[in-house]
């Protein structure tokens, strides 16, 4: 992998990396990155619930 891609996959659990790699086959950087914006606007819509995005949201940014 490369590029961007390669940082977003690492930063997927050592159990779902080989299911994040297969994601980004075939992908360029921009297609990868646009994948993982949908992966994650997916779920949030579904949660629906703002504090609970907004928890999500501060966990993630702070790794």
């Known amino acids: 992998m490369h590029g961007k891609q390669g940082q977003l ?5 050592r159990r779902s990396a080989p299911v ?3 994601l ?9 990155l646009r994948l993982w914006a949908r992966l ?3 779920p949030m819509n579904r949660i629906g619930k703002r504090d ?3 928890a999500a949201i501060d966990k993630a940014r702070k790794g």
């Open 9 to 13: 996959c690492s930063a997927t659990s």
């Open 20 to 22: 994040a790699a297969r």
């Open 24 to 32: 980004h086959d075939g992908l360029s950087d921009e297609e990868s």
């Open 40 to 42: 994650t606007l997916i």
């Open 52 to 54: 609970v995005l907004l």
